[in-house]
């Protein structure tokens, strides 16, 4: 009876941004009739996959310790690259391409951070600059794209009910759980996460590892570029300023650990679902843009913080069990 208990727990933690994603999107469907149509879940969905599919790679890289603040800037450099070549060789040609280029991102950051030990954290803030000023040298202008076919690819519903973006963000979240969770890489990830010191006494090659993280991370941002111009149907070198913050705040908010070592990207994924719902609610209710600022930023602090929450709550658990076992103890003595 004990061991069920302990799995209904787990289960809860492991569970738990489903659960208060469910509870909210009840809140409001009895509170804003806006909720009550298929309609808003699907722009939701959609809205949501945009940046989740970034968190795929997000994931990754918060597990093994560290994180990416050029995610953003290599967004906006891939867009533009992509409307420039979309007129010229293609549909396929060009998302190739452009999948060529954040592997490539990915790499130069992953190198620099492995190879010259410069923190993830210094090394990600000085490319997201460089990639956010060669997209602007690139193209300083907005540029629509023309092509009916490609806006379709985030955009179509399938049947009429599923967007076509969320289907892609599903394909490519099974994709990285199955690395994450049935390969050596993902493994090694996991590992240096727990302890970066054990990882190197058990053999793992550290450098390599961190390098294919980075790579991951650009290979599943290039992909949300693609999925973001194509719903946008234009872009520019400005475009998805602030998305790293959505982007880990998501991750975070997930269960991923910030000091890394577990995570999970089907939780990812419902964290990006609740964040789109809170500003689509948002946006419902009326409520003015900087006040939305306002409780994003809130949102933020509570992500960031939430490791060290539940160690408080799960504490003052402890402490009421073993205050419980005491005076049971002092009756069954008496």
């Known amino acids: 009876m004990k061991k069920k208990k302990n799995a209904i727990h787990i289960e809860y933690g492991d569970y738990g941004i489903l659960y208060a994603l469910l509870i909210f999107w009840i809140f409001l469907a009895i509170t804003n009739s806006d909720f009550r149509g298929i309609s808003f879940y699907q722009n939701i969905l959609t809205r949501a996959s945009?940046?989740?599919?970034?968190?795929?790679?997000?994931t990754f890289a918060v597990i093994s310790g560290?994180?990416?603040?050029?995610?953003?800037?290599?967004?906006?450099?891939?867009?533009?690259?992509?409307?420039?070549?979309?007129?010229?060789?293609?549909?396929?040609?060009?998302?190739?391409?452009?999948?060529?280029?954040?592997?490539?991102?990915?790499?130069?950051?992953?190198?620099?951070?492995?190879?010259?030990?410069?923190?993830a954290f210094i090394t990600t803030l000085a490319m997201q600059m460089a990639y956010r000023a060669l997209a602007q040298m690139i193209n300083s202008k907005p540029v629509v794209v023309d092509n009916k076919l490609f806006k379709r690819i985030a955009t179509y519903k399938i049947g009429g009910?599923?967007?076509?973006?969320?289907?892609?963000?599903?394909?490519?979240?099974?994709?990285?759980?199955?690395?994450?969770?049935?390969?050596?890489?993902?493994?090694?990830?996991l590992a240096i996460?727990?302890?970066?010191?054990?990882?190197?006494?058990?053999?793992?090659?550290?450098?390599?590892?961190?390098?294919?993280?980075?790579?991951?991370?650009?290979?599943?941002?290039?992909?949300?570029?693609?999925?973001?111009?194509?719903?946008?149907?234009s872009s520019n070198y400005g475009m998805q300023v602030g998305l790293e913050f959505t982007v880990i705040s998501s991750v975070v908010l997930g269960g991923t650990a910030l000091a890394g070592g577990k995570g999970?990207?089907?939780?990812?994924?419902?964290?990006?679902?609740?964040?789109?719902?809170?500003?689509?609610?948002?946006?419902?209710?009326?409520?003015?843009s900087y006040w939305q600022k306002v409780v994003e930023g809130v949102i933020l602090v509570i992500a960031f913080s939430i490791t060290e929450i539940r160690n408080i709550i799960n504490n003052i658990l402890v402490k009421q069990r073993a205050k419980k076992q005491l005076v049971s103890q002092k009756q069954t003595t008496n």
């Open 193 to 233: 996460g727990n302890s970066k010191e054990a990882a190197v006494i058990s053999g793992i090659n550290v450098p390599k590892t961190q390098i294919l993280i980075f790579v991951l991370v650009g290979f599943f941002t290039a992909c949300s570029s693609v999925m973001i111009v194509s719903s946008l149907g």
């Open 264 to 288: 999970s990207i089907f939780n990812t994924i419902v964290a990006a679902v609740f964040l789109a719902t809170i500003r689509s609610a948002m946006d419902s209710f009326g409520i003015d």
């Open 161 to 189: 009910i599923l967007p076509t973006a969320f289907l892609i963000l599903i394909i490519l979240a099974v994709i990285g759980t199955i690395i994450l969770r049935k390969t050596k890489l993902g493994r090694n990830i």
């Open 66 to 119: 560290d994180f990416d603040l050029s995610v953003a800037s290599q967004v906006a450099f891939c867009g533009v690259i992509l409307t420039i070549i979309i007129p010229i060789i293609g549909i396929i040609p060009s998302i190739l391409v452009i999948l060529a280029i954040g592997i490539a991102m990915g790499a130069f950051n992953g190198l620099l951070i492995a190879k010259l030990r410069i923190p």
């Open 50 to 58: 945009l940046n989740a599919i970034c968190g795929i790679g997000m």
